[in-house]
């Protein structure tokens, strides 16, 4: 029977993040993909223009939709703005005893435009993060949530730990944002693991937060070990980075089915 995966998760009108590059990347690994919208973002590769929170109870009822009649494998949680969005994902969550949660703390927009407010920080911390499987931040936001500066590795390792200590399974800092290879650090509690893939010189990364951790999501609903998930999703959000897709002004975004296309335009050409 396929597997089912659901997204909780902002709108992006661009389909170069949020819970439109979810479900492309759900596709990609042959599971269902379902979602559940918690805020309309209109932007686009240059800009964030505004954005909408669903309410609370619609927020919820979607859940509640979903989990009533199809029943996730793994659930990918992205962009909560608020405290009220987060409060309503976390009360479903907890009562639908849902499993593999992989958690993406959407803060900031590749862009540069906020998509969490300041204070919410609090309230991802208490009601978000102890119901992660996997906690997936990148430096800005470990860096945030653990209150510490991450300079090196050894900083990186560190902001696990913190990070750990609020009660997710398991921590995966991604060092997108750094200089040098692309390192990720992950820490379930009681080991390091290191996955590392050569950095690719491109504008266009749009959504790989999004991508990433909707990858793992999948991995685990497929029934993966959280190291081999992480070791593939690492794989191939690599190479949707790069075989990106130059589109629009600004950062575009990753290429989910590079490897469909890729195959499709060499039958194509052997016509």
Known sequence: MIKKVLSIAGS????????????????????????????????????????????????????????EDIRPDAVKVGMLSRPPCMLAAAKKLRQYKAENIVVDPVMVAKNGCSLMQPEAVGTLIDAILPLADVLTPNIPEAEKIAGMEIKSQADMEKAAEKIYAFGPKSVLVKGGHASGDALDVLFDG?????YSEKRINTKNTHGTGCTYSSAIASNLALGLSLY????????????????????????????????????????????
């Not at 596709?27 to 609370?56: F, K, L, W």
């Not at 002004?249 to 195959?263: A, L, V």
């Open 12 to 67: 992006d009108c661009s389909g170069g993040a949020g819970s439109e590059a979810d479900l492309k990347t759900f596709a990609a690994h042959g599971v269902y993909g379902m979602c559940v919208i918690v805020s309309v973002v209109a932007e686009n590769t240059a800009r964030v223009i505004s954005s909408q929170d669903i309410a609370p109870e619609m927020i919820e009822q979607q859940i509640d939709a979903v989990f």
């Open 228 to 271: 081999e998930a992480v070791r593939r999703a690492k794989k191939y959000v690599t190479e949707a980075i790069r075989h990106s897709l130059a589109i629009g002004s600004g950062c575009g975004p990753t290429n989910h089915f590079y490897d469909f296309f890729s195959n499709n335009k060499e039958d194509n050409d052997g016509i």
């Open 190 to 194: 009681k080991k390091f693991s290191y």
